[in-house]
Every structure is written in C-alpha cells, then in structure tokens.
C-alpha cells in the first residue's frame, strides 16, 4: 500500500474502534473483516478486534491468548506502544498487577532504547539492586525476601533468576509458587528447570559480565548453593598488567577461591587481540569437576552470544534459552558447556554410553521420510501416495507424526 492507503486503512480502523459502543457487534466484524483483507495485517487491526471481542462477552483471558503471538516488540513500530498499554491493562483487570508491570516496564524500555526516553524504570531496577544487596548482607534470608525478589525480577523480565528464586522458595520454605506457564514453554525453559530440581549432582557456571548484573549474578549463584549445586562464579574480568603479578596463562586451580559454597574465579582480560581466560576456565571447570562433562552456564545473553561465536568456544558452548529483543539481551540467559552428548543424555533422561550406541545403532533401511502432520489429515493420504510411488527400489520407511499436544491444542482427527 502507499501511503495514502495507509492514512486510509488507519482512519477507518480508527472509525471503528471510536463507535465500538455504537456499532452493532455484527456490523463492526463484518468492517473488520473487510480491513483484515489488506495485507499486511496491521497490529491496530488485533487490537481493535480484540477489544471487540470484550464487547461480544469473550474473556480477558482469551482476548489476551488472542493478542499474546500478534506484536514482534524488536523495536517501536506503528502500534506497539497501545499494544502494551493494552495488554498492561488487561492484565490489571484480571487483578494480576505483577503482570501489569511487566508489560509497563518492557514499555518504558522500549523508549528507552527508541525514543531516548530515559528514568522511568529507574526506581524499579534500583529497588531491585538495593534488595539484591540487602539479600547478600544476610545470614539467612526469610521467605517475605524471597517473594520480593521474584516480583522484581519478574516485572524486568529476567524470567530465569525468576524460576530459579521460585525454586529456592518452594526446596527451602515449602512456598508453593506460582510458575507462569509460557515461562516453561520458552525454548529449552524446562531443561533449565529440570537442572533446578534435579536431584543428581550437577555443576552450573556463573559469568558475571559487567557492573551491571554483578549483584544479579551473585544472587544467582547464592541460590544454586542453596539448592545443592556445584556452583562456580567467574567475576566481571579485569585487565592484565605487569603490576598484578599474575598471568593469564596461570591454571585455572591458582585463581579459584571457595568462599561459603560458592568457588570464585578471578577472569583476567589481555585486550581485543588475545582476550579474557574465560574459555579456558570453563574447560577446565568441566575437566575437573563435572562427572559427565556438562556444565549449565548463566550469564547476559549478550555475553554467552559473544562467546559462543568464537572459534574455539562454538563446539562446546551453546545458548540454550531463545534469544529475545537486542535491549533485552543483559538480561541473564541459560546455556550449556562441555559435551553434546551428555547433553542429550540429560534431555532424554538417558546415559550417555546410551545416546553413544543409539547413534551407532546401524539402520534397517537406506533413509527415513519424516511426515509431521498436525491438523493436516486432509492431504496426508496424497503425500503418503507419493512417497510410496517412487522409482527408487531400496528399503526406507516413511514415520508419520500427528505432533498433536493435549494442551497446546490442535486437532487428532483433522
């Protein structure tokens, strides 16, 4: 569309959303559908549908799971900024005021890092600063503490201090939480989780990158102790020079101190050309104390993105968590370090001289097709006909897969 059409397709959607009141519910879909031809679909045109579907008596709850997957928040655009005051109010309405804040804080960042619009989040991440060193000046901390810092970290969105502190307060207080569902559906969430409550002995790898998530990190490795784990805890690096007295080619053991469960390391950092000793320690963190030669790795998305893209770091370091918005990438991800296979191992709830034969199992047929077929039944029969139908006399076989979830929706018989 040019840009006469725009300002057009803009009007009448405005039009529709001011006499949303007067406007038969009928007549108003029928406007909407006539707009929604338009390609692309606007992110206006979801927010006026859904605040229409409010009218005609739908739930707060479906109108926000109709919203949830409509707006891509990578940066400002057309939209964006009345999709989140939308949804912040939604979410008040429903009385979950955490939720509320949330959408109002990723707002403000928004501006933030768009507009220049700077200080309103201030009080926030301070208040969650002063609690964090609060926290760490303690000799116990009581559940009511606990509880505050979830809600921090959950209103600046750093979903995975979230879940661990929510862990820390159901293993240590019987508090039962509240896990937020789409928290455990981000990509590898669960497998974060399951290294949470895990029973086995597992060793996690905290990274601090900078002054900014220094007291982030030492919270998060106070609660890993707490819950069990093997923590190491590498400090923001430093920079080398002759007056230090120590080089960056020490082993890793020389740098190490145990302080109250957790082990710190100091991180030396040579400049651009030779970089930091971080990959050398977590090689030998693995090497040593690690029973499979898997770590789970915490750090800034930003930092274990950086690293993994080194050459020599790239076959053993891996992101494990999906990476969000570029403004959102201090916040702390999940990765692993050390051996893939391992890792399977771990996903699959096998050892790793299992997941070693499987792949060596040899095959019983030339080569596999893979048929995932979620609500699509009605053209399974033509692609089955086709694979079958082919010229080729050798042995294969054709796995068909419904990927149908119980709860994620979707339709068995379609």
Known sequence: MDKSNIDQYYIQLNIVEEKLEELDKERANQLLDQLF???????????????????????????????????????????????FQFLSVLSEYKGDFLESRRYTFWLNRLKEVFQGIRGKNDQIVEEKNEWGKKILEMNTIEPLEIEKLKELYYITGNIYLYLLWEEVGRQLYEKEGQTRPWILE????????????????????????????EIDCQLAAWALKELGKKVFLLEKPVMQNEKNGEILENSPKVLLKE???????????????????????????????TKDGLATVLGSGLLIDQMAMSREMKPKLERLTQAEADYLEENIAVGRYGDYLAYIAH??????????????????????????????????????????????????????????????????YL
Request: with cysteine; aromatic share 12%.
């Open 37 to 83: 031809m338009i390609k692309p679909v606007r992110l206006k045109w979801y927010l006026v549908k859904g605040k229409l579907m409010l009218k005609e008596g739908k739930s707060v709850d479906a109108v926000m799971e109709f919203l949830l997957d409509k707006c891509a928040p990578w940066y400002l655009y057309e939209g964006v900024e009345e999709f």
């Open 186 to 213: 981000k990509v590898n969430a669960g497998y974060f989780y399951e290294r949470l409550i895990s029973q086995e002995e597992n060793v996690f790898i905290v990274m601090i990158t900078s002054i900014s998530d």
């Open 259 to 289: 302080k109250k469960g957790i082990v710190t390391i100091k991180v030396w950092d040579r400049g651009e050309k030779e970089g930091d000793n971080r990959g050398k320690i977590l090689e030998y963190i693995v090497n040593n104390y």
């Open 347 to 412: 996903i699959y709830k096998m050892s790793k001289t299992e997941v070693e034969n499987a792949l060596l199992k040899k095959p019983t047929c030339r080569f596999s097709i893979i048929i995932p077929c979620r609500d699509g039944i009605h053209t399974l029969h033509s692609t089955l006909k086709t694979c079958l139908h082919q010229s080729y006399k050798g042995s294969y076989e054709v796995v068909v897969s419904d990927n149908w979830d119980m709860d994620g929706g979707g339709n068995p």
